[in-house]
């Protein structure tokens, strides 16, 4: 019996408990799980999903002082008062290193609440792709692509790093099934824009993510997301600690 590769353009499109015994991955290209990925790849200890400011703020005044980092963004820049914004290079190794970071986003965050009732929470971007897809083909029953899209509109990148990894788990694992049409669009997305980089620039670039970046000034960021595979790390969020570490 084939497993189904369902591609999610936007997590308002999950229908109700359509993730429970399924394996779900969250894509936030530009910039969030991209920005997980790299704080994690740097010796981040984890970060915690915070669905507000005040939320934030308040679970990070209770660690202990020196071991916490607040980190986000609204309306794509730094918040004020934050230690770090959404720019995957904010987050150095002398940075995060040994801290827990208290993120909270604009679009990112919210798609890893909408796909927190899966029995597996993966956390994908374009620059730790294969290895997602290394992790999710070990694990049986469905996997679910989350887009989390901008403004409660479908995303070219989120959908293209989706079609990515749906299209590698079909290519590896003949029991996997990629036939949904919405999986249909990603893939060929994929196949046309993703497997070369600057194919992959130019895409992230004319997407309303990246021209959202541009305006704001930070247009540098988007080379560092479009770069696939620069992490061999899967970051995980453990729902019952409401926590993303890395994979075990």
């Known amino acids: 019996m084939s497993s189904p590769i369902q591609v999610h353009l936007l997590p308002a499109l999950i229908e109700p408990d359509a993730l429970r015994d399924a394996t779900a991955v969250v894509i936030d290209v530009l910039r969030a799980t991209s920005t997980i990925v790299h704080a994690l790849a740097q010796g981040a200890l984890g970060v915690i999903p915070c669905a507000g400011i005040d939320e934030a703020q308040r679970l990070a005044e209770q660690q202990l002082p020196g071991t916490a980092l607040l980190a986000g963004e609204r309306c794509g820049l730094p918040i004020p008062g934050f230690d770090l914004g959404n720019s995957p290079n904010e987050f150095s190794a002398?940075?995060?290193?040994?801290k827990k970071i208290f993120m909270t986003t604009t679009n990112g965050t919210r798609a890893l609440i909408a796909a927190k009732t899966a029995r597996r929470v993966l956390v994908a971007a374009l620059t730790n792709l294969s290895q997602v897809v290394v992790e999710a083909r070990q694990q049986a029953g469905p996997v679910h692509l989350v887009c989390?899209?901008?403004?409660?509109?479908?995303?070219?990148?989120?959908?293209?790093?989706?079609?990515g990894i749906a299209r590698w788990l079909q290519h590896f694992g003949d029991d996997m099934d990629a036939s949904d049409d919405a999986t249909q669009l990603a893939i060929n997305l994929y196949e046309t824009h993703g497997p070369d980089y600057d194919r992959t620039f130019d895409l992230l670039r004319a997407s309303r993510g990246g021209r959202n970046l541009i305006d704001c000034g930070l247009g540098d960021d988007i080379s560092n997301c479009a770069r696939?595979?620069?992490?061999?790390?899967?970051?995980?969020?453990?729902?019952?600690?409401?926590?993303?570490?890395?994979a075990k």
């Open 148 to 163: 989390a899209g901008t403004d409660g509109r479908i995303t070219l990148e989120d959908a293209l790093c989706a079609g």
């Open 228 to 246: 696939q595979d620069r992490f061999d790390v899967v970051p995980e969020l453990f729902v019952e600690d409401w926590e993303i570490r890395l």
């Open 94 to 98: 002398q940075a995060v290193q040994g």
